[in-house]
């Protein structure tokens, strides 16, 4: 998804999230990063807590294969910029726990991203 489009969906989510005056729970989503080479296959962390997970060659091909949805990091931390705008725009509409959750998944990705292969 463009930039451009990726920032309108964040402009326009959170306006309708903060009027709706619902708690918003942000899913425990895993990332993958490729662990230097392509052939060590990847590391994986979650969002929403500590856990992480490596995935051989062979698991990362099913994994692709399966759907998965690849970004590249500067896409990453487009969307991070994006999303931290939109919430700077909302003012206490974004709340200390939304900023929270933001700050410690951003936190758990950069680790698997930098992490290279024991393999």
């Not at 060590?40 to 490596?54: I, K, L, P, R």
């Not at 206490?92 to 951003?106: G, L």
Request: charged letters at 30%; glycine letters at 6%.
């Amino acid at each position: 998804m463009p930039a451009k489009y990726t920032k309108q969906l964040w402009l326009s989510l959170f306006p309708l999230l903060a009027l709706s005056g619902c708690r918003v729970e942000f899913p425990d989503i895993t990332l993958c990063s490729v662990s230097g080479i392509f052939a060590a296959g990847m590391n994986c962390s979650a969002t929403g807590h500590d856990e992480t997970s490596e995935m051989d060659a062979a698991a990362m091909i099913k994994f692709l294969e399966a759907g998965a949805i690849c970004m590249s990091s500067d896409d990453r931390r487009r969307e991070q910029v994006a999303r931290d705008q939109a919430c700077n725009k909302l003012g206490n509409a974004c709340n200390f726990e939304m900023k929270k959750q933001f700050k410690d998944s951003d936190a758990r990705a950069a680790k698997i991203i930098k992490k290279k292969s024991r393999r």
